[in-house]
């Protein structure tokens, strides 16, 4: 397992959200701007083959580190490398100097990073037809 955090967009990164994001979950809006000021985390399995991503690029307006797009192959689910990777992005915002971490989380994932000590908070918000809400962690 490696994982490698990128400056600029990668095609490996955008190649999994694809997958994940367009063609399994059927987001039209997957891309944007802040891709190309985004740090790109990618986690490779043992045989090299990028498996998992997201990225992580300061908010002004929330004052914070936001975690967003995270995506992890459907053949790779249920390796714990999500937890791996938003380790990876706890650890780059704690690098910088900043301590808080948040994220707009598909409300089906909630779970999984209340499991990981983030909390949510606000109301809940339509994104392309998919609810989200927003969540944070003191890192």
């Not at 997201?54 to 004052?63: G, K, L, S």
Request: with cysteine.
């Amino acid at each position: 397992m490696k994982i490698i955090a990128y400056e600029q967009f990668p095609e490996c990164a955008k190649e999994i959200r694809e997958a994940v994001f367009v063609k399994e979950q059927g987001f039209r809006d997957e891309f944007d701007e802040t891709d190309a000021s985004a740090v790109h985390i990618v986690v490779f399995d043992n045989a090299g083959v990028p498996v998992g991503t997201c990225r992580v690029f300061w908010n002004e307006e929330r004052a914070s580190y936001i975690l967003g797009r995270l995506a992890v192959l459907k053949e790779h689910r249920g390796e714990r490398l999500g937890s791996l990777i938003v380790r990876e992005a706890e650890q780059y915002v704690q690098k910088t100097g900043q301590a808080q971490l948040a994220l707009h989380a598909q409300c089906t994932a909630s779970a999984f990073y209340e499991k990981l000590g983030y909390t949510a908070f606000g109301e809940i918000e339509e994104e392309q037809g998919c609810p989200h809400v927003w969540m944070k962690k003191s890192v």
